[in-house]
């Protein structure tokens, strides 16, 4: 080994005295390839990724080569004949440098001369859905990814094309290519703006235009792409987007979904800054910043699917981003947890130096189990316009997450959403956040790009787990506004046996202030750990309060008569998202003080125990009234009203029970909570004592304007003493 | 081996020879428990499911006996309670058998102990839901399961207990309670009626009343069980139910789903019977009529998940009833396809002689994969009843199943749905069909019983995947008239590229001949198999005829301009189910001459493309009207309506495509057929040409009077020329 390392540096050595860059040089090395040459047979894992790739190439060295004049928009033809020509390729080049087989490099040139020859006489996509228009591709987005995956192609076969060859192909196909993704045109320079931009898009058009520049060895394209277009590094480049779009906790403002897209471009730029400018350090940067942001992406996810904040799809750890995220990461930093990331949900690895570092170091045990554990991810460049806290069970036999985001707006992905709770439970999303509404690629469903509901509905408020309050949206909808603001986290605690999350938002309804606290508690005399919520909300003026849980699974009971649209259905409202909710049925419960809903999900049940009065209305909801196309998901929701000027909306959430068919057993299928009392509630103060049916009671005790100090309250007859921001009695 | 089984042999000679009957006699038998223990800590499977045995023993041990006044229904407290202390019964005297210890022997005796004292004073249960009511619990059904686990109990502890402390047990307590769950009370004798009626609640009750019989030794009980209260054989008993409620194909009228809940007693007393009653052969009964049951169970599910037929909740093949089925089917008959059931469904083993059988072959590599296949289940005891037709996929790469259900009424838990089709595909169930509605156990949901709208929605025609006549169920929903008519078979053929299933009804709509028929087709260029479907009607008289298909998924796309439903919704009907069916959208299409619906499940995609007229309605349906609690899933579902006298539905089923969020991947998301053409349709022929997008066509010649003879046919100015029932071309 020791040997062989030696003659490779010395190989290297003698290129770098030549004056010549060594290939490839981006994600792989000549060291990595005969590493992994060396290696072929020995690792099933790794050698399955490999089929693959040779699977791929050979299906498309079978196939006649097709370049198509663009024309479709996602998931159209030619959009997807593009794509799938920068993944034949990136095959080929792959399995060219694994195996020396020239059919494989010779494919790659084939497909090239082929753009090359059709590229000159492109102007825009005739698709102009974009502002930002390709030229092979609507968007110029996917023109990025394409020249991404086409430099690890070419980077792969550049010792095997001729010089005179190269140097055509870069004069008259590559550079017009990176100019174009770099600056745009003369009459549309909108590529140069995204080119600079603090932003995903940003980000995929530095790596592609530093990557076909590293492989060209062309230093300017080099230097733009990590200082920006005037490579002063303070107008623009990766360097800067690293600096602005990862909070120093690794979070992504606008959300663990697009992190996971965002992430793609930056690692693998990073990879390859890594391999041919060292001196960057570029993994050490920021205190090692892509390290941190690959582990909140380990982190935001429940059960290896990605939790939904903003515009979000249904996406896995085991996504290829995240594939090349995690090989990255683990080959540059050692974390053991992501050897089991890439074991327990991948079970695939990216076919480059990377990929075969955790394949060989999972054979070799190194693997650590993942820890999913609770924590306050701050969002902003400097981590402190607000946040998303995160609660994970501590108990072996739960498998629950409790999310509240606090965070600022998330461009232009973000949602109007402040104070926003989700709930995972045995396996399931419980509480969940709609994400976003789109039908990727599929040309029915608006061409596949996000449909007229996602702003119209998915972005509202009301789409939401948290309050609206005059049947608006959080700064009425209006982006530049809310783009202003941001939450503020409150506090932040994670126990063994309770934990907390508070924030509070001043700005999204005018007038009113709100602060939601939520409590996991892990109940002694329960089964499952209970959620307590208590969303605050103050103002001088009467308004109306609406506060929905959205739920997955079957209604199954109210504790109180209630009248359910039986012949005719209506909406809950005109505007805001309220248009898309029919109103299934609503009432008032006038014989208790605590109002219960109970829903199955798979074979648990979960109820919902909310402190009310007899004006307090209920409604259920379902999604899809003025929905034209079936764009939305039919997804039910519970929304408590309150007309009031203060109010808080106390509650508790428990799982509870079990509803096993399979040996015909149901248990403990009520709530175990009888009543929810507020004992005290003003601006210092609220104290909130639960009642169980077992005879039992829990008081919590919040402190509202400080988390610190000393306190002592007295709240009917009683006197409570605590310490800091709140206490569990 | 030999020599034990020798000593063993001896013993019980001892033990015959002085006229006492050897204990445990049951599911258990001295030689078999030898065997166990003697096998403890050698097979890790095994081992589990006995751990289970001692894990719920020990914990009744540290438990209080409870033995409550019976007061609440299904789910209630003192149901579950009663229903967990014969479990725990079962559990401790499994364990004493098993280890010997004294504690588990002396709980069961606390417990019976208990129940002695109790039963005298109990008249009937409080809750006058059924009309064979129990003592101890709602229905005299859970008294019979109730009795049938603790005869189980009770033989395991029979010689622990002295003799004279049994007789006083039997006289005072197991002899009245036989007695009761045979005969009822003079003023209530319908539990006599249930003894003997060919139904599962009536093999329940045989089973009960035989084992109990057989461990105290009352031929007796033991014969009346086997022949009926008039010991003829010939007006009810075990043996009757054997030939009348089961068809010669194993087919149990009510269902999959119910046949899962009669094999239990079944199996149960049969293996008891063989253990007592050697000599009246109950495995070969029939040609094994047992045997087929266990496999039409092991066939007429999905994944494990049980096909839904009538009345049915989801339960799968791990269901503690099958693993009695599984096992002791095995033990008796050694199909070494069971052992691969009991492997990849089940994980676990009764702790009894068969169970072991089970786990030790397993452990001795005699499984063999299960093998799903195409079939036509007859139903009756004639097995000319009608039936169920299974379309299984015989392609590696696929995993569908399409059934016809063309069966007779199904007793009391069927529905009223002749010539219904459902299809399974990719691991889903894309076409369902509704089964029951019903929350087991469930006290919020009325009280755990089939919910009222069982009765008014699921049973009803438009609930299901078949056609419905002038807003009218099949035989206006009339039981009795249902329970005289059952559909026929008219054709069924499984084969390696092609499968058909073809059924006539002539009786469930008056005036109206149904004919429906499904063709399974593996098209070369597509990329699934394609279903054809032909639905004829005919009539002297227009009537309005609805064909609703269930689905699940979202919806995508239909190919002409609808109207939904924006701001308020009504419902379809007002009577026969119709009143449930919200009208999410409708429309005509007026631009082509078919009509295609697409959706998404999962990741792929299906379309139904049907031949339609300007004329034809189409409706997009939900579930959930007129629902006042809450107990009806918002299922979707699309709906052609045609007003005719003679009609035709010509629909082409389609699984296509890719939708992969983990890779971007859209792909074949459209349908591939073009356009349903009915080039001919009479009473005699009908003549189908599909055309697809690709260019290629293809043809389907039904004959529709007669399967057999050669045909030739001329329509649209070409001749068709086939054998038999049907061709494709």
């Keep these: 080994m020791k040997k062989l390392i030696g003659t490779l540096a010395a190989l290297a050595l003698t290129a770098l005295a030549f004056g010549q860059k060594q290939h490839p040089c981006l994600l792989l090395t000549p060291e990595g390839v005969a590493e992994m040459r060396a290696a072929l047979g020995t690792n099933a894992d790794f050698d ?113 094309i001729a010089p005179e060859k190269r140097e055509k192909l870069e004069r008259e196909f590559f550079r017009p290519y990176a100019d174009f993704v770099m600056d745009g045109t003369k009459e549309n320079p909108a590529n140069n ?88 350090k570029i993994f050490g940067y920021r205190d090692a910043i892509l390290s941190k942001a690959v582990g909140a992406l380990t982190q935001l996810n429940y059960n290896g699917v990605f ?11 085991d996504c290829q981003e995240l ?45 650590e189990p993942i820890k999913y554990t609770s924590k306050m991810y701050g969002d902003g460049a400097d981590g402190k316009q607000g946040g998303i806290g995160v609660i994970r069970s501590t108990r072996p036999d739960v498998n629950s997450a409790l999310t509240l985001k606090a965070t ?74 809310s783009s202003e603001h941001h939450s503020d986290i409150y506090y932040f605690e994670a126990g063994d046996k309770a934990s907390i999350i508070s924030a509070k938002e001043n700005a999204a309804a005018e007038g009113v202030k709100m602060h939601r606290t939520v409590i996991y508690d892990d109940v002694e005399w329960l089964q499952y750990p209970m959620i307590l919520d208590v969303f605050r909300l103050e103002s001088d003026k009467e308004h109306i309060y609406d506060l929905p849980f959205y739920y997955n699974g079957h209604m199954v009971s109210l504790n109180f008569p209630y ?60 999604i899809g009234a003025n929905d034209p196309d079936f764009n939305l998901r039919p997804d039910g929701g519970y929304l408590l009203r309150q007309k009031a000027a203060n109010h808080t909306f106390v509650s508790t959430i428990e799982s509870h029970g079990v509803y096993n068919l399979q040996v015909e057993k149901t248990a403990n299928a009520k709530a175990s909570v009888k009543e929810v009392v507020v004992l005290l509630d003003n601006e210092q103060y609220t104290i909130v004592r639960v009642d169980f049916v077992g005879g039992q009671s829990r008081t919590y005790c919040l402190s509202n304007l400080t988390t610190e100090g000393a306190h002592k309250v007295k709240a009917e007859g009683k006197t409570y003493k605590w310490n800091g921001a709140w206490a569990v009695m």
């Design 48 to 160: 399955a990724s490999v089929a693959e790739v040779f699977a791929e190439a050979d299906r498309a060295l079978n196939e006649e080569i097709v370049v198509p004049v663009p024309q479709d928009g996602g998931g159209g033809y030619t959009h997807e004949k593009h794509k799938d020509n920068y993944y034949v390729m990136y095959y080929c080049g792959i399995a060219w440098q694994l195996t020396g087989k020239e059919v494989y490099a010779q494919k790659v040139v084939d497909i090239l001369d082929a753009y090359a020859e059709l590229y000159p006489s492109l102007g825009f996509h005739p698709v102009t859905l974009s502002k930002t228009p390709g030229r092979i591709f609507w968007q110029t987005l996917n023109e990025c990814v394409w020249l991404v995956h086409t430099s690890i192609a070419y980077d792969c076969v550049y010792d095997y």
């Design 193 to 280: 703006r995204t080119f600079n931009l603090m932003h995903n898009h940003g980000t995929w058009a530095t790596a592609a235009v530093g990557m076909i520049g590293m492989v060209m060895g062309d230093d300017d394209y080099v230097d733009k792409a990590l200082y920006g277009s005037d490579k002063t590094g303070t107008n623009g480049g990766f360097i800067m987007q690293l600096d602005n779009l990862l909070s120093p906790d690794g979070y992504y403002t606008e959300g663990a979904y697009y992190l996971r897209y965002a992430i793609w471009p930056m690692m693998l730029f990073a990879q390859c800054i890594d391999n041919n400018l060292p001196e960057v």
């Design 307 to 317: 939790m939904k904040f903003n515009d979000a799809l249904t996406k896995q750890l």
């Design 323 to 367: 594939i090349f995220a995690v090989d990255i990461a683990y080959n540059a930093y050692g974390n053991p947890m992501l050897l089991d990331v890439a074991q327990t949900y991948q079970k695939k690895f990216i076919p480059c130096d990377a990929g075969y570092a955790v394949a060989r170091d999972i054979a070799a045990g190194k693997s």
């Design 408 to 481: 600022s707006h998330g461009l232009s992905h973000g949602h109007y959403d402040k104070l926003v709770i989700s709930y995972y439970d045995n396996d399931n999303v419980v509480l969940p956040d709609y994400g976003a509404s789109r039908f990727l690629n599929i040309e029915a469903k608006y061409k596949g790009h996000y449909t007229r509901e996602n702003k119209t509905f998915a972005m509202q408020t009301i789409a939401h787990n948290t309050v609206a309050v005059d049947g608006k949206s959080h700064f009425n909808g209006n982006y530049k506004v």
């Design 563 to 622: 009248t359910k649209a039986l012949t005719s259905m209506s909406t809950l409202g005109v505007a805001n998202g309220y248009q898309y909710l029919w109103v299934e049925a609503e009432g008032r419960n006038e014989q208790s003080a605590t109002t219960c809903f109970t829903f199955l999900q798979a074979d648990r049940f979960y109820s919902i125990s909310t402190a009310t009065t007899p004006a307090t209305e209920m409604k259920m909801v379902r």
